[in-house]
């Protein structure tokens, strides 16, 4: 009896399980731009399983996994409209932004881009504290941190990560704005969610390059080894 499907079978599914995302996207912007609701219901929290599938098909790092399923979480809490199941939905963001952390290891990042990630966070939260409800303040703050943390730290898997991570800001940055009565562009959700898929799915090429690959093999030699020591 197999244990699993065997990697002939699992690199089958890998074109099968990306047009199945890329079609759950375009259905999902397709869904928001045009305002029907029930095609949002439905395509949003398909995205991240199926782009969760891919990476397991392409082999991806488990802690890749496991933040995309933390967004699936975050995904579907965000579909209600209320406060308590925004923060669920936030901290599902959260602790996936926690596994990308992970992901990246302990390389060090350039010193230019930390400094200008840095200085749009604090006037970003600067800017915006006055909007925010007064709950929602303090939560907010400590996510935005984080995720300011991921951008930055993801360019250390590339040029792809690098741009997930930036686009990843920029779409929750929408969303905070928009909680804040801050002028939107037209069709804000529209923005919100391309931006957040473009962000995921770069993440996850980023995470499954194989230069990627390489320094996550690196630097799990060089841990063991300083255990070892």
Request: glycine share 12%; charged share 15%.
């Amino acid at each position: 009896m197999s244990a699993g499907p065997s990697p002939d079978r699992r690199e089958r599914l890998v074109r099968p399980l990306l047009i199945a995302f890329l079609l759950a996207c375009a259905a999902d912007l397709v869904g928001v731009l045009t305002d029907a609701g029930s095609v949002h219901l439905v395509a949003k929290p398909l995205l991240m399983p199926l782009l969760a599938a891919y990476a397991v098909a392409r082999r991806g790092p488990r802690l890749l996994i496991a933040a995309l399923l933390c967004g699936w979480i975050g995904d579907v809490f965000l579909l209600a409209d209320a406060d308590l199941a925004f923060l669920v939905g936030m901290g599902g963001f959260a602790a996936g932004h926690l596994c990308y952390l992970r992901l990246f290891g302990r390389a060090r990042g350039a010193l230019l881009p930390g400094i200008g990630y840095a200085v749009v966070l604090t006037v970003f939260v600067v800017l915006i504290w006055d909007g925010l409800p007064a709950g929602l303040r303090v939560p907010m703050a400590g996510y935005s941190l984080l995720l300011t943390a991921m951008a930055y730290r993801s360019g250390v898997l590339g040029r792809y990560a690098a741009a997930g991570g930036a686009l990843f800001l920029l779409s929750d940055a929408l969303i905070a704005t928009g909680i804040a009565d801050w002028p939107q562009p037209p069709a804000p959700d529209f923005w919100v969610m391309l931006t957040y898929v473009a962000a995921q799915f770069l993440l996850t090429l980023g995470a499954l390059a194989p230069g990627a690959k390489r320094a996550g093999a690196v630097f799990g030699a060089y841990r063991e080894r300083s255990i070892s020591i």
